[in-house]
Every structure is written in structure tokens, then in C-alpha cells.
């Protein structure tokens, strides 16, 4: 059994998968993508970390692009392969490795997409009223209200963007997942139970 679990800034869905993944024994598999993702690219993991879940943008695309053209410009030895494309490779190669050899929870990363043809994936998306997710970034980060709401709309465009680039689908689009939970109506226990039972009832009828 796999729960693929997307999720909007502030909407708890790390603390959600952790309650999954513990009341179903299994594996969480989230932030520890990025370390994974940095040791198989030969990358600081804070470079990777600064461009998970993200398209890349037209400058860094058009460093890269001039870069692979002109080698000669930046040292004889062949420069790493530091993409956005390559990134993203890797990081589906390290969720369908983890999928392939045991049950887990995989929170992000277009997981909901890339494991959708298989019939023991649960794909779940997390959401929250606007206020209740701003007031959550807030308290996590002691931010002002007008900071948490600017990092909430930027987190959602490039989360929009990310699945439209990679997967050509609409991130919030309800028809792209098996179950929505609101945890501005449910706790985040409560909402992990419903996902635990949902994924029960997959689990029973395969």
C-alpha cells in the first residue's frame, strides 16, 4: 500500500503523513528526498533543496543552456549534470525505488502523478481554508500575516507550476486524487485516520 499525499503550504500535510505512515507502520518518505536526491547528483543538499518542487527559471535555464555549449568557456573537465530535468529524474527514480520495495507514505514531488497506475496508490491531496493556512505559517515561522500570505501564494504557483511542467496536470484539480481532506474541519489526527481508512478500503478490494 502506497499513500501519495499532495498538499498546499500550511495545510499540515507533513504532520498528516507522519500520522499515516505511524498508523499504518510504515515508511515516510519526504524531506529525506532532498538528501537523497543531493548524494546521487554529487549536489549540496541546499542546492537541491532550493529548487525541490520548483521549475527552474529563464535565467538559470539560459546559464545552463550557455554553459553546455561553451565548455570550453568553464574548464576542461565535463561539468555535472545539475538540471531541473535531472533533478526531477532522480527524484522519481528514488519514489518508484521506495514504492517498488515496500508500503510508505511519499508526501510531494508530483507522487499522486507518477504512481497513478498503480492500483494500491491512494493519491490524497491536503488542503485548508486560506486563513487557517496563513495563520499555521505564521506560528510556525513568526511571521507577519502579510509575509505568511505572500509565501503561501508563492508556494502555491510554483507547486502549480511544477505539476503543469512535469506532469500536465492542474495541482488542485479534485478529479487528479482519490481523497481531499480539509484540516481546517479536521484535526490532523482525525484527517489521518480517514486517509488510514480509505487506504484500508483500496487495500481490501485488490
Not at 32 to 39: C, H, P
Not at 85 to 90: G, N
Not at 134 to 154: G, H, M, P, Q
Amino acid at each position: 500500500m502506497i499513500v501519495a499525499i499532495a498538499r498546499e503550504l500550511g495545510a499540515g500535510g507533513h504532520a498528516v503523513g507522519e500520522a499515516v505512515a505511524r498508523l499504518l507502520r510504515v515508511e515516510l518518505l519526504d524531506n529525506e528526498i532532498v538528501d537523497l536526491v543531493a548524494a546521487r547528483m554529487g549536489a549540496p543538499t541546499s542546492y537541491v533543496a532550493e529548487r525541490d518542487e520548483q521549475v527552474e527559471s529563464f535565467a538559470d535555464r539560459l546559464i545552463r543552456v550557455f554553459t553546455a555549449a561553451h565548455p570550453e568557456e568553464y574548464g576542461a573537465q565535463a561539468l555535472p549534470d545539475w538540471s531541473e530535468d535531472r533533478l526531477v529524474q532522480l527524484t522519481n527514480d528514488i519514489i518508484k525505488e521506495h514504492a517498488a520495495s515496500a508500503s510508505l507514505v511519499v508526501i510531494g514531488r508530483g507522487a499522486p502523478m507518477l504512481l497513478k497506475d498503480r492500483p494500491d496508490v491512494l493519491r490524497v491531496f491536503v488542503t485548508a481554508p486560506n486563513e487557517v493556512r496563513i495563520k499555521r505559517v505564521c506560528e510556525r515561522t513568526s511571521v507577519t500575516l502579510e509575509e505568511a500570505a505572500r509565501e503561501i501564494k508563492k508556494s502555491d504557483q510554483r507547486r502549480t507550476a511544477y505539476l503543469k511542467e512535469h506532469y500536465g496536470v492542474e495541482w488542485r484539480e479534485p478529479h487528479n486524487y482519490d481523497i481531499v481532506v480539509d484540516t481546517g474541519r479536521f484535526t490532523i489526527d482525525q484527517a489521518a485516520q480517514l486517509i488510514v481508512d480509505a487506504a484500508t478500503l483500496i487495500e481490501s478490494h485488490e
